[in-house]
C-alpha cells in the first residue's frame, strides 16, 4: 500500500532553524516534492528530489534518502511569514500522494 | 502569464443539488489535476486530465463524481446529489508534462453543502 506520514504540528522560533521530517512507504515512487500552504490558499511548490541527498534553495533545503523511505525540509533563519502548512508529496506513476501536512507556528 | 483560476471561489448549496466547479489553467499546460482538501489534510486527489482525456480517475469517490476537459484546456468538476460529506476546498492544478514538472495550483473552491 501507500502510506506517507509528517508530524501534524511544530513550534520554532524567528531566526531559527527547523527540520520537518516526512517518511513515506510506496511500491511507485518518482520524486518526492514539498510545498507551502498558507492559511486560505493554494499549496505552493518549495523543492522536489528525486534522486538521494540534499537539494539547497536559499533559506529552503531538501533531502531524500531513498532507501529509508525519508525526506526532511529544513528552513533556517525562520521569520514570522513562514508560518503555514508544509506538505509533502510523493509522486506515484502521474499522481502527487499528499501527507497530511506539518503546520509551522514561528513565534517572535 | 496567469495563474491556475477557479471559479467560484465559494460555493453553498443544498444537499441533493448539482454543482459544477470550472478551473482555468495555465496556457500551455498539458496535464491538469483535480485535489480535494478537507480541514487539516493534505490535498486528496481525484483525477488527471492529459490533453482532453482523463488518464488516471481512480480517485473519485465515487460515480457521482465526475469531471470533462472537452478541448485539453478549461476542466469542469461536477458533482451531482451532493451530499454533506463533499464539503471541502476543490483545488486544480496543472503542470506542462508528468513526472518532475512542478504542478501550479489554483485557489480553490470551497464547497460547502448545507
Known amino acids: 500500500g501507500q502510506n506517507i506520514d509528517q508530524p501534524t504540528e511544530m513550534t520554532a522560533t524567528e531566526g531559527a532553524i527547523v527540520q520537518i521530517n516526512c517518511t513515506y512507504q510506496?511500491?511507485?515512487?518518482?520524486?518526492l516534492f514539498w510545498y507551502q500552504q498558507h492559511a486560505g490558499e493554494a499549496p505552493t511548490f518549495l523543492s522536489y528530489n528525486v534522486l538521494d541527498g540534499l537539494e539547497e534553495k536559499g533559506r529552503f533545503s531538501s533531502f531524500l534518502s531513498r532507501s529509508k523511505g525519508y525526506s526532511y525540509l529544513l528552513l533556517k533563519e525562520l521569520q514570522m511569514k513562514d508560518s503555514a502548512s508544509y506538505l509533502c508529496a510523493f509522486y506515484n506513476t502521474d499522481k502527487l500522494i499528499f501527507g497530511t501536512g506539518t503546520r509551522l507556528q514561528v513565534f517572535p | 502569464g496567469a495563474g491556475v483560476s477557479q471559479t467560484p471561489s465559494n460555493k453553498v448549496t443544498e444537499k441533493g443539488k448539482y454543482v459544477e466547479l470550472r478551473c482555468d489553467p495555465i496556457?500551455?499546460?498539458?496535464?491538469l489535476y483535480w485535489y480535494r482538501q478537507s480541514l487539516g489534510q493534505g490535498p486528496e486527489f481525484l483525477i488527471y486530465?492529459?490533453?482532453?482525456?482523463?488518464?488516471?480517475d481512480s480517485g473519485l469517490p465515487n460515480d457521482r463524481f465526475f469531471a470533462v476537459r472537452p478541448e485539453g484546456s478549461v476542466s469542469t468538476l461536477k458533482i451531482q446529489r451532493t451530499e454533506r460529506g463533499d464539503s471541502a476546498v476543490y483545488l486544480c492544478?496543472?503542470?506542462?508534462?508528468?513526472?518532475?514538472?512542478?504542478?501550479?495550483f489554483g485557489p480553490g473552491t470551497r464547497l460547502t453543502v448545507l
Open positions: 496556457s500551455g499546460h498539458t496535464a
Open positions: 510506496t511500491s511507485g515512487f518518482n520524486g
Open positions: 492544478a496543472s503542470s506542462s508534462g508528468t513526472g518532475r514538472n512542478e504542478q501550479f
Open positions: 486530465f492529459q490533453g482532453t482525456g482523463a488518464a488516471d
